[in-house]
């Protein structure tokens, strides 16, 4: 039999979004809540930067403040992500690191595997993309990054499936080096989106509908869907505070 995991899906902004993905972390490796997938969408749209990028070297600073545009720093690694409201998905898993046993590419591969799966129940053919990216015909579609705890691991990432990539690359600085090794010259020839390499415009509850169905195949789980605990909203209004404030944002 399946086991059971917590289902949530939420919407809310990004300094929310980020402390209540620490907030699940530090309390599943306290083992106060159970093994959970989270699907959320960024309202407004913002930009999360990864907690060893340089602020000014990751974001255009003057766009985003000229256009308010929230700039939020994970505790996660990685790079820059432009979370369009009306065309990106991000999903979080947090559980025991039990539940992905290997090294951390492993674990990548693994959790990546649904968003492969979920990209070619929707018509395209997907592929991870060591260390930690999905593409579609070549094209970064999904980048994602982890954090760990002793007990516990939490995975977030973007699944771009219909963003505007002309404003993602207004709001992101692409390092020379990273198109370099990539063999691109921009962030255009980079980054796709669903909609983009189908033709056609895509929803975004098919994009969850996807999504869930494909972190149970993968996962031979059953997803549950199910709200938040007491003690998540507790700690996670504590940390919105952390993440909203300029020290934490301009610490590099």
């Known amino acids: 039999m399946a086991k059971k995991w917590r289902l949530l899906i939420d919407v809310g902004d990004g300094y929310w979004n980020m402390a209540i993905d620490e907030a ?3 309390l599943k490796n306290e083992g106060v809540i159970p093994n959970t997938i989270r699907l959320y969408v960024m309202r407004p749209s913002a930009v999360t930067i990864g907690y060893f990028q340089k602020l000014r070297e990751a974001v255009n600073l003057e766009y985003v ?16 992500v432009y979370h369009d409201e009306f065309g990106e998905v991000t999903y979080c898993v947090v559980s025991d690191i039990s539940e992905f046993p ?10 990546c595997s649904a968003l492969v799966s979920a990209i070619e129940k929707l018509g395209l053919k997907a592929e991870f993309k060591p260390v930690n990216d999905v593409l579609v015909n070549g094209k970064k579609v999904s ?10 691991l939490m995975q977030h990432g973007t699944l771009m499936y219909d963003t505007d990539i002309q404003m993602l690359a207004r709001v992101l ?3 020379k080096e990273k198109l370099k090794a990539h063999r691109v010259e921009s962030i255009f020839e980079r980054v796709t989106t669903l909609s983009r390499e189908l033709g056609r415009k895509v929803r975004r509850e098919e994009v969850i509908d996807a999504l869930v169905k494909s972190f149970e ?3 031979d789980i059953k997803l549950i ?3 938040y605990f007491k003690e998540e909203r507790r700690l996670a209004r504590k940390l919105v505070e952390k993440y909203r404030s300029k020290e934490w944002l301009y610490k590099r």
């Open 24 to 26: 699940m972390l530090l």
């Open 65 to 80: 403040i000229a256009n308010g545009i929230p700039v939020i720093r994970r505790i996660t690694g990685g790079g820059s």
């Open 102 to 111: 290997g090294d951390i590419e492993d674990s990548y591969r693994k959790i």
């Open 143 to 152: 980048g994602s990054a982890q954090a760990r705890k002793d007990k516990a």
């Open 173 to 175: 600085k692409a390092p």
């Open 217 to 219: 195949k993968e996962f």
């Open 225 to 227: 869907r199910s709200n």
